[in-house]
């Protein structure tokens, strides 16, 4: 199973969370975002992934490097032409020959994905609640679609829905998400990460008591409240009187 990973542009549904860095690479516990998609594809068996980059690429290049520390293989496809970046995929080696998973940096659904890599007709996976598609489906050896590869994502959302509609391809229900799509979108996958909602997303640190984990060099003055669920980051401080959580996640160096 091949993964492809598209990073879009900065989205006005963010309200400027982009700005300074892809959304991928916000902050979900004590890991960016895309480190846990990776690290859950992975899990599912996915070993080459090929990263098809819009917005900020040399700090996602630099962050994830070529994939060796997650026994898998990067590589890297440069969008020259915003919004066209599906086009990428004929150049993509191998995805006429094996089963390819389509995602995107910005939202993956939480489910034993692998459950679907030998379906024989394209797999579309959907929001279990508000019933959108969710950006990921699945799709077999060699099905690789002209709307799919010159179309912006209003064209590829168009011919989801028309393989569906069509009974050309499968729709699944998905419960939850991993997502940044939005500020709100954010907020609840941080608080399903610190509930334990992911069991297979890992959180790093210290749990010396249940819901806080702290990671390294972290002092903490005696008068400091914390309220479970709280991620400290390395080398944090937290002060005379301060008050933390719950839900709280504190990035390192703070």
Not at 207 to 233: D, F, K, M, Q
Request: with cysteine; proline share 7%; hydrophobic share 40%.
């Amino acid at each position: 199973m091949i993964g492809v990973i598209v990073f879009p542009g900065p989205d006005e549904a963010a309200y400027g969370l982009a700005e300074q860095m892809p959304l991928s690479l916000l902050p979900l516990g004590d890991r960016p975002v895309i480190q846990h998609m990776i690290e859950f594809l992975a899990h599912q068996g996915v070993r080459q992934f090929e990263l098809i980059l819009e917005h900020s690429p040399e700090q996602v290049e630099q962050y994830l490097g070529d994939g060796t520390r997650w026994g898998c293989r990067f590589r890297y496809h440069l969008v020259s032409q915003p919004g066209r970046g599906y086009r990428l995929l004929s150049v993509i080696a191998g995805l006429e020959k094996e089963a390819w998973l389509l995602a995107h940096a910005d939202q993956l659904p939480y489910i034993p994905l692998a459950d679907y890599f030998n379906e024989t007709q394209p797999v579309a996976f959907f929001d279990g609640e508000a019933g959108g598609w969710k950006g990921t489906a699945i799709f077999p050896a060699g099905r690789i679609d002209d709307p799919v590869m010159q179309g912006s994502r209003a064209g590829l959302d168009a011919h989801v829905a028309a393989l569906i509609a069509g009974k050309a391809g499968r729709a699944v229900q998905v419960p939850k998400s991993i997502s940044v799509k939005t500020p709100a979108a954010l907020l609840q996958t941080q608080r399903d990460l610190l509930d334990r909602t992911f069991a297979d997303l890992m959180i790093g640190g210290n749990e010396n008591e249940r819901g806080v984990w702290i990671s390294r060099n972290v002092v903490i003055h005696p008068s400091a409240h914390i309220t479970p669920p709280v991620y400290l980051g390395p080398n944090c401080r937290l002060g005379k009187g301060a008050q933390i959580g719950p839900y709280a996640v504190i990035s390192g160096n703070c």
